[in-house]
Antibody
Framework: QVQLQESGPGLVTPSGTLSLTCTVS?????????WSWIRQSPGRGLEWIGQIFHTGSTNYNPSLKSRVAISVDKSKSQFSLRLNSVTAADTAVYFC??????????WGQGTLVTVSS | QSALTQPASVSGSPGQSITISCTGT?????????VSWYQHHPDKAPKLMIY???NRPSGISNRFSGSKSGNTASLTISGLLAEDEADYYCSSHTTASTYVFGTGTKVTV
């Protein structure tokens, strides 16, 4: 069954850009599903960041929309997250997930990103 | 969009039943059948327990059940087991084509 794996720097400096990649394996990123990024800040709940379809169509959380970009590279079976102008509040475990649809039925293991100088 | 409202904690004894509520608005839970529930143990990926309000994925125990009335969804866990102790989150698709999660509920057995 499809597997997802996040990768990227674990430390980002304040005001910099957070960049993460999710690699989809044992399944096709062209499968007709949407693909999402979700995060969990320390001591807080889950927060949906946004999603992308293999055509490149996107939807974003309105509270993050001005700072977020999600892209897809079908040739590598990957989709990526960029979050700019980061602050300590963006420190979180970031998950990538498959949209079921209407639910998140496959998740990556998550990767901790710390924003600190 | 505001997070869906869940109780911070719910507890029960082994064998008992508990219900977790998830309250939203007419723009999310009230308008959508894409309501789902997740079990989250620390340092693990969240696990889908219920999708489309009432459906269980393959492999999920029938001790877990979901329902919805108006702007409020609920997850019931019957026959509580020690392994059910975890954080639980609801989620809903919205009329704006986004998703919103609940505030999370810590279940103690």
């Amino acid at each position: 069954q499809v597997q997802l794996q996040e990768s990227g720097p674990g430390l980002v400096t304040p005001s910099g850009t957070l960049s993460l990649t999710c690699t989809v394996s044992s399944g096709s990123i062209n499968s007709g599903n949407w693909w999402s990024w979700i995060r969990q800040s320390p001591g807080r709940g889950l927060e949906w960041i946004g999603q992308i379809f293999h055509t490149g169509s996107t939807n974003y959380n309105p509270s993050l929309k001005s700072r977020v970009a999600i892209s897809v590279d079908k040739s590598k079976s990957q989709f990526s997250l960029r979050l700019n102008s980061v602050t300590a509040a963006d420190t979180a475990v970031y998950f990538c997930a498959r949209d079921g649809p209407g639910c998140f039925d496959r998740w990556g293991q998550g990767t901790l990103v710390t924003v600190s100088s | 969009q505001s997070a869906l409202t869940q109780p911070a904690s719910v507890s029960g004894s082994p064998g008992q039943s508990i219900t977790i509520s998830c309250t939203g608005t007419s723009s999310d839970i009230g308008a959508e059948n894409y309501v789902s529930w997740y079990q989250h143990h620390p340092d693990k990926a969240p696990k889908l327990m219920i999708y489309e309000v009432t459906n269980r994925p393959s492999g999920i125990s029938n001790r877990f059940s979901g329902s919805k009335s108006g702007n409020t969804a609920s997850l019931t866990i019957s026959g509580l087991l020690a392994e059910d102790e975890a954080d639980y989150y609801c989620s809903s698709h919205t009329t704006a084509s986004t998703y919103v999660f609940g505030t999370g509920t810590k279940v103690t057995v």
